[in-house]
């Protein structure tokens, strides 16, 4: 099994200098969430020069495209800028686990609806822009899956609570 480290992720996308959001999981555990997950979610600015660093950082990351369902896992793949501009949403097991790189997530138009209200947090001692609490309810919310909504009343209840205790920072 492939040891899951979001944090050697998010370390490479910064070297790289990626321009994204950390999304789903991982940005709701940083806000308190108690859900445990096994992947790291990212939106990623989808300008030409950020697809450029971004296939380089996955590189890096020995990145290769995971196969969910009946796929043929032996699918020729070429990860280079050409093939993340003709796509959109790609999930990605690398030697730090499991990696989805979104450039629309559910419920939003993407990186440039997201980064305005992001917050900086630090996760695996690197400090990256995190999706607000908003806007991980309302991606929860257009996802629709069942652990999506459940995780939606947990999120609501954490805004609720950060709300009622009146915090404003991460």
């Known amino acids: 099994m492939i040891p899951f480290d979001p944090g050697e992720v998010l370390a490479t996308l910064e070297q790289h200098g990626v321009r994204f959001v950390v999304i789903g999981g991982i940005a709701g555990r940083t806000w308190g969430s108690p859900t445990v997950t096994r992947d790291l979610d990212v939106a990623y600015d989808r300008a030409d020069d950020n697809l450029e660093r971004l296939a380089a950082a996955l590189e890096d990351l020995d990145a290769r495209l995971r196969i969910a369902g009946d796929a043929d896992p032996d699918l ?72 999506d909504r459940i995780e939606v009343e947990i999120l609501a209840a954490v805004r609720d609570e950060r709300e009622r205790l009146g915090r404003t920072d991460p």
């Not at 822009?129 to 991606?139: E, K, Q, S």
């Open 76 to 147: 020729p793949f070429q990860l280079d800028v050409e093939t993340l501009r003709r796509g959109l949403n790609f999930t990605f097991r690398t030697r730090a686990g499991d990696v989805d790189v979104l450039g629309q997530p559910a419920g939003v138009d993407g990186y440039a609806e997201l980064i305005p209200n992001a917050v900086a947090m630090t996760i695996g001692g690197v400090t990256v822009p995190v999706a607000d609490l908003d806007d991980l309810i309302r991606m929860k919310l257009a996802a629709g899956r069942a652990k």
